[in-house]
């Protein structure tokens, strides 16, 4: 029989299209989609939809007996720009989700766990270039503390209780189906739409703020890599790194001038250039390669034809 699997955060810029990639491959039946917020259109038609908070026990709970869950992913989040507004709502939906799941997990009632890091839980003191699996991390900022202390809890409740919890560290996330919201990284994604739109586009970050990126479907198939991999390979319980490219806005800039040689960039750093700043510029990913077989696909030129093709239709 097919394993059931409950998104949280099925609405947001990641969960939509994993939602969709799940369903695809194990049909919609199985796959429960839930978020705090109505669904769009396409992800009530293609499977159940539930309406859900991911820091209430109890209503998680209900769904998964109802259900049968098997497997939860976790995608409800607060993104680092916003967590630096709202820190104590950041934290508290980032810490309880993840515990509320874990324990979940911890008394039997859930198999197995995914719930995303990010190169976020980095700070100023790290490593720049090829950041290390393990290394100085001290994040400086809201989001990037939450997820250091999620990855903790994840190393923990595996450590202690067996729970099969994994988690890959992503980078910034460029798709042109699902917007971002509220992330250092978004400038990646809205400069495709603002290329096509207006043929110019007014970068929040430095032109040579390098940041380590990737494309979605990359992140998506990682994601289910990891999952599907055999529990004996997995060696990190916290969160592995994972990597794709790494491009500063002048170079992506450029990448979209061999499409639209009009366009133009112009510079505006705003407070989230000092997010970008105490962040790798590249990841080391061996480890992810070694243990489960990682291989990114889309470099920044392919990332691109892909993110001007997809949005021009
Ligand atoms: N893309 C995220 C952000 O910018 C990082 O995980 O907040």
């Known amino acids: 029989m097919d394993k059931t699997i409950l998104i949280l955060g099925a609405c947001g810029q990641i969960?939509?299209?994993?939602?969709?990639?799940?369903r695809q491959k194990h049909g919609g039946a199985h796959i429960i989609a839930s978020d705090i917020r109505e669904h769009t259109d396409n992800l009530s038609i293609s499977g159940p939809f539930e309406l859900l908070d991911a820091t209430n026990y109890e209503a998680i709970e209900d769904v998964v007996m109802h259900y049968e869950v098997d497997e939860i992913y976790l995608m409800a989040a607060m993104l680092s720009a916003t967590a630096e507004k709202f820190p104590s709502r950041a934290w508290n939906?980032?810490?309880?989700?993840?515990?509320?799941?874990?324990?979940?997990?911890?008394?039997?009632?859930?198999?197995?766990?995914f719930w995303p890091s990010s190169i976020g839980v980095f700070g100023p003191n790290t490593p720049k270039q090829n950041t290390p699996q393990h290394c100085i991390m001290e994040p400086s900022t809201v989001y990037g503390i939450s997820k250091q202390a999620g990855e903790r809890w994840c190393a923990y409740y595996?450590?202690?209780?067996?729970?099969?919890?994994?988690?890959?560290?992503?980078?910034?996330?460029?798709?042109?189906?699902?917007?971002?919201?509220?992330?250092?990284?978004?400038y990646a994604v809205d400069i495709y739409h603002k290329a096509l739109e207006k043929g110019n586009y007014s970068c929040f970050l430095r032109e040579d703020t390098r940041l380590p990126m990737m494309y979605m479907e990359d992140a998506i198939r990682a994601t289910l890599e990891l999952m599907e991999s055999d529990r004996g390979k997995l060696?990190?319980?916290?969160?592995?790194?994972?990597?794709?490219?790494?491009?500063?806005p002048a170079e992506i800039a450029q990448s979209i001038r061999e499409h639209l040689p009009d366009f133009t960039i112009s510079y505006t750093p705003d407070f989230r250039q000092e997010i970008a700043d105490s962040w790798p510029e590249s990841i080391d990913d061996s480890q992810a390669r070694a243990d489960w077989g990682w291989m990114p696909e889309f470099d920044l030129q392919k990332t691109t034809s892909e993110m001007l093709a997809g949005l021009g239709k």
Request: charged share 20%; no cysteine.
């Open 93 to 113: 939906l980032n810490m309880n989700s993840l515990l509320n799941v874990l324990n979940l997990a911890k008394e039997n009632k859930i198999e197995k766990v």
């Open 235 to 248: 060696t990190v319980r916290s969160s592995y790194n994972l990597a794709g490219m790494s491009f500063t």
């Open 15 to 22: 969960g939509t299209e994993l939602t969709l990639a799940l």
């Open 158 to 186: 595996h450590q202690k209780f067996g729970v099969d919890v994994r988690s890959v560290r992503y980078p910034g996330l460029i798709s042109w189906k699902t917007l971002p919201g509220g992330g250092t990284t978004d």
